[in-house]
């Protein structure tokens, strides 16, 4: 007898959508999909009434904060934050203490999720001037990308030119991935002294105006081309910056830079700054309603490859102050990444499909998990969550799971919930709630990565 099966259900991947159901064997494993109108036996069977039934969600942008600074998250609170909100996977940015750019960070990254994570993990190491010669060993160890900044960070995390050409050198001889928040470190650090004496939470994003991202992306662009380098670009956010990276694509199209797009940037614009104050401030920051619409555009029309949360939470203590110099970047996502999204397709904006693909088969591909994860298929991972494309529900701090508890999308209604979540054919959420008994997430070493 099978540990799970789902009948009744309507499976989406990024391939089809069509009527049938799954079943999940006692190694977690997807044994097989039926038709729509079998009944499988197995420990669990669960009938879905025709909702959408998708492969579980994968989040490559989570700042867990774990170990290191557990007022802000920790793997135990954040997981349960992800699992409630559809997301089975989640990839770990190295922005830790101890930072996840060595051995030994890594090491305590994965002892801290293991024992305390509801859902699957992966890590991503940091990558700094100082650590560029030890690429090759972390690939090994099983990471899944390599992650720079070029603005917004401690010079001590920052490449500048020449680190960006030298780390992506030695991720592309190693058939890696890296993915690099752009930004432009001359104008942000110019822009926060003359803006120095502004109160009002509006200079956060005039300190990082939409130019910077532009030729941050100019920089990642010349980068691919001159290595050959799989390059992510994070957090795309204005219409110049997917206007870039297609006119690169066009002009090139061996170039290999995938675009990653965040909820925050296509549901949101500067007016979330007028309703929820330094709740709203994160880094890039929300900018004018005609990039937001922009990143739209480019997530229904493939620009954007994939959605990330960038879920970087912070105490309230630590969001809730006077100025915006104040004020730490970063907002939770994992409660809303998914109801964020499948809300477009539920208003006929995208396809389902299109969720299928952003949310969980094109991340899975891109950084090396595909061999178990985003798909429906005989043996991968039975990870699933099913959602209910007709659930209206309004955005409550009371219903944010993360540590952080505040997000911008509060008072936002979204249509399109998950109301099951599945890691391994094992049931984790259900109805917004956690339903696990235990934690049961482990750390995901990384298989191939496919950029075809």
Known sequence: ??????????????????????????????????????????????????????????????????????????????????????????????NTDPPADSAEGIEAVRAAGEGTSLVDFTIQAGVTHDNIGDIPALWDAGVTSFEALL?????????????????????????????????????????LVRLAPRTDFAAFAEARA????????????????????????RQVCTARGFAMIEDARRGDPSLSIAAEVTPHHFRLDTGAVDRHGPFALM????????????????????????????????????????????????????DTIVPATVDLAASGEIPWTRVAAALSSVPARLFGIAHRKGRLAVGADGDLVLIDPELAKTVDTGAIRSRARRSPFEGMTLTGWPVLTVLRGRVIAKDGRHAADEPCGRWLRRGAVDWS
């Open 210 to 233: 939409p130019v910077g991202e532009a030729m941050g992306l100019a920089r990642l662009i010349e980068a691919a081309r001159a290595t050959k380098a799989r390059i992510v670009a």
């Open 1 to 94: 007898m099978a540990l799970l099966a789902i009948h009744n259900a309507r499976l989406v991947t990024e391939a089809w959508e069509r009527p049938g159901g799954i079943v999940v064997g006692h190694d977690g494993r997807i044994e097989a999909l039926v038709d729509a109108e079998a009944r499988p036996d197995a420990e669990t069977v669960i009938d879905a009434r025709g909702r959408l039934l998708f492969p579980g969600f994968v989040d490559a942008h989570v700042h867990m904060r774990d170990p290191g600074y557990p007022q802000k998250e920790t793997f135990a609170t954040g997981t349960v934050a992800a699992a409630c909100g559809g997301v089975t996977t989640v990839m770990c940015m190295p």
């Open 283 to 334: 880094v890039p920051p929300l900018r004018a309603s005609d990039d937001r619409q922009a990143c739209r555009k480019a997530l229904a029309s493939n620009a954007a490859d994939f959605v990330g949360s960038d879920h970087a939470p912070h105490a309230a203590d630590e969001k809730d102050r006077s100025t915006p110099w104040q004020v730490p970047g970063g907002t939770p996502g994992l």
């Open 151 to 191: 603005s917004d960070a401690p010079a001590s995390m920052l490449l500048d030119s020449d680190g960006l050409i030298r780390a992506a050198e030695a991720v592309a001889a190693c058939g890696g991935v890296i993915g690099v928040y752009t930004g432009d470190r001359s104008l942000v650090e110019a822009a």
